[in-house]
């Protein structure tokens, strides 16, 4: 099955030709080349493909997107507010390596070796990034910032962190 990534969400129209604003989150400036196809959640987990006509970047977290069939200001006005996801493999080759949104897959291992699964979510907040994993079926959110940050390891795509006492025990 194939696995999407959630990006961002269109903001706005912008002029008379069907062009969206996108707003993301992948750590750097980027035109989205060499992806032909992004994702709109038109329903929660209902993912429609739009392909790209043309797209480019307006600055560090906003790109300017023309949609094929979304040849007017109304019905790119429609989208605004939709989340935007790409496919796994388009996210990869885009994403900024030092951008929190390319740690998603990564596993969190703590100071003690334990593993506590996959990051399923990265929320970037003013001082910390939350990183969203699934711990023993309840959604559990790991605080990483410079106190809580061991080291990252992009080989083997673990991110080794030093947690407080007692923040896994509300989630067990």
């Known amino acids: 099955m194939e696995s999407y990534i959630h990006i961002g969400r269109f903001?706005?129209?912008?002029?008379?030709?069907?062009?969206?604003?996108?707003?993301?989150a992948l750590g750097k400036k980027t035109a989205l080349k060499d992806v032909k196809v992004i994702f709109v959640e038109e329903q929660k987990g209902?993912?429609?493909?739009?392909f790209l006509e043309s797209s480019k970047a307006k600055d560090h977290n906003e790109i300017y997107?023309?949609?094929e069939g979304v040849d007017t200001k109304e019905r790119a006005s429609r989208l605004s507010t939709r989340n935007v996801w790409l496919k796994d493999a388009d996210f990869r080759k885009l994403a900024g390596k030092s951008s929190p949104?390319?740690?998603?897959?990564?596993?969190?291992?703590?100071d003690e070796d334990e593993n506590l699964g996959?990051?399923?979510?990265?929320?970037?907040?003013?001082?910390?990034v939350l990183l969203r994993i699934d711990l023993?079926?309840?959604?559990?959110?790991?605080?990483?910032?410079?106190e809580?940050?061991?080291g990252i390891d992009h080989d083997q795509k673990e991110i080794h962190v030093v947690l407080p006492d007692g923040l896994l025990d509300v989630y067990r």
């Open 11 to 24: 903001v706005a129209s912008f002029g008379l030709k069907g062009e969206v604003i996108l707003q993301h």
């Open 46 to 50: 209902s993912y429609l493909p739009y």
């Open 65 to 67: 997107v023309k949609l």
């Open 101 to 110: 949104i390319s740690l998603l897959g990564y596993t969190i291992i703590t």
């Open 118 to 128: 996959p990051v399923l979510e990265v929320i970037e907040q003013p001082h910390q």
């Open 136 to 146: 023993n079926g309840k959604e559990a959110l790991i605080p990483l910032h410079a």
């Open 148 to 150: 809580s940050l061991d």
